[in-house]
């Protein structure tokens, strides 16, 4: 049948299953809006406050589910204020699309109204980007994108499409998506390698990312984990890929890992990375990471072997595939010694923190208490976040979503939207910090006016807490404009803006404002007051070894 490049482009988001996009929309890409409306039984568009928003929410969405999170905006400013967004799901492996519209292709580059080479401005942070100049390509255009964005390892494909091609007419045929395929580039003698090093370990640390939660291996983690006795820390990414109550769980690894997890990695024989990059806030002084064990790396992606740390072996394939493999062929382990040792680790170094006054660690352990730890829980970046991957037990994959590569402020609000949005049987919160809730709090707009129920918890101490953190520790108390402490409301800016507003000062209040705010089932900020010098801990000085974290008590004996 014949269609428009704009009907074509909403018949292509229907044969990939979206039921869900985020955009604003612009001149350029007014078409594509007219077909929307006229699909809007079919698809559910919602308009965020700012394009950046949007991008946030498909990632949110993208997260939540592992799905393909689709936003949608027109050329110019449009398309840039994209970027922020793509460039965060970039860093962190989100498989996204994002659609744009272009001036008409007789006026590409001639600096015409609202135009920007958005595919070239996006070509450093995108796996792929398309302009399309023929209606007759469109089609398979996007179904590429879809494609490309979530096979191996995933990520965002950006599609930009002139306004003439849009209104262009061709004919149209429906087709099933493309099947994904796992990618797998590892050999037999690859596999008995890693199970030579297995079991030839006395002491065993499995350090876990982003990719388990990527490949759906949640599952394989634990049997593998079990099969070969070993403990488990987490990056910020791979949060919920292992049960977080489960005994042989240490903690989250590196700058603010518990010491446990960073004194096990730096005493182990044998460290196992699964689907995870060996970033520089895990690693810290690469020199003195985990020197005195072999290293096993396995990951989908080549170009992350070696990258940062040198391998003793590696497998490069789907981990979910690789893990199956290797609980089928893996003997049965058991190192007593070791796990009792660690277990004298965790009960020596545990988490932490004055109880006497209202703090972010009790919020989010009241938080954890009043959704039984089964709430998706997003996060700006800052403390705040630490703190949230620190206290919370994170017991199902896909439940904490967080800027981890990127280290967007303003990231969580947008995405708690794109989570509720996708998992509307879930309690839907975001933590935010003050200083990042001053860069998306437009987006309570778009909760309002959906009503879309989630709760936005902001730490407020009145400061930009882990800028004002590393002032205190490493820049002689200089608070070179880091302090917030203006004549700014957060209750009444969430009720201008159509949502509910609750402030806690004291501990006794945060249980039940928690209550209150779920029970209301409306969008409500809870501005939660804490002192302005609390700090993260344990904490990693910047270039040190991780197996020197310190904490509050270590400053003291200091």
């Known amino acids: 049948m014949q269609l428009t490049g704009a009907e074509i482009v909403i018949e292509c988001l229907k044969e990939q299953g979206v039921d869900t996009v985020f955009g604003y929309p612009g001149g350029t890409i007014l078409n594509v ?5 006229k699909h809007q039984g079919e698809i559910n568009h919602i308009l965020t406050s700012h394009e950046q928003g949007a991008a946030h929410a498909a990632d949110g969405y993208a ?6 999170g689709v936003c949608l905006a027109t050329s110019g400013p449009g ?3 994209l970027v922020t967004g793509i460039a965060t799901a970039y860093m962190d492996s989100v498989p996204m699309v994002a659609i744009t519209a272009n001036v008409n292709l007789p006026l590409l580059g001639k600096d015409t109204f609202q135009e920007v080479d958005i595919a070239g401005v996006t070509m450093p942070i995108t796996k792929h980007g398309y302009i399309v100049k023929d209606v007759n390509i469109l089609a398979d255009t996007i179904r590429k994108a879809f494609h490309i964005a979530r096979s191996g390892r995933p990520g965002p494909v950006l599609v930009d499409i002139t306004k003439d091609v849009t209104a262009n007419t061709c004919e149209y045929e429906r087709k099933e998506p493309l099947p994904l395929e796992r990618v797998n580039r590892y050999t037999p003698e690859d596999i008995d390698t890693a199970v030579e090093l297995i079991e030839q370990a006395k002491k065993p640390f499995i350090y ?9 291996a949640s599952e394989e983690v634990k049997k593998f984990a079990k099969r070969i006795d070993a403990p488990v820390c987490d990056t910020l990414m791979g949060k919920g890929a292992f049960d977080g109550h489960d005994e042989l769980y240490t903690g989250m690894i590196g700058m603010h890992g518990t010491k446990t997890s960073n004194l096990g990695v730096n005493e182990c024989d044998l460290l196992i990375a699964l689907g995870a990059r060996f970033s520089d806030r895990v690693v810290s002084n690469a020199a003195k990471f985990a020197s005195g064990a072999r290293v096993l790396h396995i990951d989908i992606d080549a170009a992350e072997i070696n ?5 003793t072996a590696s497998v490069v394939g789907d981990l979910k595939t690789v893990l199956s493999e290797l609980n089928g062929k893996v003997k049965e382990q058991s190192h007593p010694e070791w796990i009792a040792h660690i277990k004298e680790l965790k009960e020596k170094y545990p988490l932490r923190y004055d109880d006497s006054k209202l703090s972010c660690p009790y919020i989010i352990e009241e938080l954890d208490r009043v959704t039984e730890g089964k ?3 997003s996060t700006d970046v800052g403390q705040h976040q630490m703190w949230t991957a620190q206290y919370y037990k994170y017991s199902e994959p896909r439940t904490f979503l967080s800027s981890g590569g990127l280290g967007t402020m303003g990231y969580g609000l947008g995405a708690c939207i794109g989570a509720k949005m996708s998992r509307p049987d879930k309690i839907c919160v975001n933590v935010a910090g003050d200083g990042c809730f001053r860069m998306n709090m437009n987006e309570l707009a778009t909760a309002s006016r959906y009503n879309i129920p989630i709760i936005e918890i ?3 101490n009145h400061v930009l807490g882990m800028v004002r953190q590393w002032q205190t520790l490493f820049y002689g108390q200089r608070y070179s404009q880091t302090v ?3 004549g700014v409301d957060f209750c009444k800016v969430a009720e201008a803006l159509g949502c509910e507003a609750i402030r806690v000062t004291t501990k006794e209040e945060v249980g039940p404002a928690l209550e209150k705010a779920i029970a209301m089932k409306r969008p409500v900020l809870i501005d939660c007051i804490i002192p302005e010098d609390d700090k993260v801990f344990p904490m990693v000085s910047p270039g040190g070894p991780i197996s020197e974290a310190f904490d509050e008590q270590d400053l003291r004996e200091r």
Do not use: C, M, P
Request: charged share 15%; aromatic share 6%; net charge positive.
């Open 63 to 68: 997260r939540a589910t592992g799905k393909v």
């Open 208 to 216: 876990l990312g982003g990719g388990a939660i990527l490949s759906g």
């Open 79 to 81: 398309a840039t204020n």
């Open 484 to 486: 917030l402490n203006d």
């Open 375 to 377: 709430a998706v829980i």
């Open 307 to 311: 990258k940062n740390i040198r391998t």
């Open 458 to 460: 902001v730490i407020n």
């Open 33 to 37: 809006y007219d077909a929307l409306y």
